[in-house]
């Protein structure tokens, strides 16, 4: 089945030439062109990943993104401004998957889109259905949920990727270099702070007291482990 993808930028040659590019590799490729229009697209229908560029109108990307964390978890891809730090590390806060500049190359938007299906599809893919439980924390591997005392958390793709990871090797300390080459890629052009982020969003979902975690535990100067 054809991968469905919804573009979202004011610009419509970059829209147009985006959607062309990945056309040509067989996906289906919706259109948005500001931020209301973008949201209203994602609540009715069904995508396989978002590239959202963040200086929209109506609403912004950053709006869009956090509004779209509230009831799906889809993989989400800003587009920023070149050099723009701050962005990059705002998308992430507000539930963004991963980010790409501007101007970009079309062939590498093409790989980041293609990865980023291809790890979701594999994690949705697995025959054997998984469940991980640990005093009151319960991850559905198969489903892709996570639970909270029976009550639903809602986590973006990165987030619960690093969930099940950790959970799986429990008690083992993952630098943080490590953890962005297995849930990220080894072509992720990002630095480790964009672990941080998750981590810490991860936590605000996850733990009763962030800063005095239950679960997921840092190791100072080296990363962070889920103590079981």
Not at 156 to 177: C, G, I, Q, W
């Amino acid at each position: 089945m054809a991968k469905r993808v919804l573009v979202v930028d004011d610009e419509k040659l970059i829209v147009k030439g985006i959607r062309f590019s990945l056309e040509q590799d067989g996906m289906e490729v919706d259109c948005a062109y500001d931020g209301q229009e973008a949201l209203d697209q994602v609540a009715k229908n069904h995508y396989d990943i978002v590239l959202l560029d963040v200086m929209l109108p109506v609403l912004t990307g950053f709006e869009v993104c956090q509004q779209i964390r509230e009831f799906s978890d889809v993989p989400i891809i800003m587009l920023t401004a070149k050099g723009d730090d701050m962005d990059k590390i705002l998308g992430l806060e507000y539930g963004a998957d991963d980010y790409i500049t501007k101007p970009f190359n079309i062939l590498e938007v093409k790989a980041r889109i293609k990865a980023i299906i291809r790890r979701s599809s594999s994690s949705h893919d697995k025959e054997e259905k998984k469940v991980l439980v640990f005093d009151g924390l319960k991850v559905d591997c198969d489903s892709r949920r996570g639970y909270i005392n029976d009550k639903e958390v809602n986590l973006t793709a990165k987030e619960f990727d690093l969930l099940e990871l950790l959970m799986l090797h429990p008690n083992k300390v993952y630098s943080r270099e490590e953890l962005l080459n297995t849930v990220w890629g080894y072509d992720y052009p990002g630095d480790v702070r964009t672990v941080d982020v998750h981590i810490r969003r991860l936590r605000e979902k996850i733990e009763g007291n962030p800063s005095d975690p239950q679960y997921i535990h840092t190791k100072w100067g080296v990363g962070y482990y889920f103590q079981k």
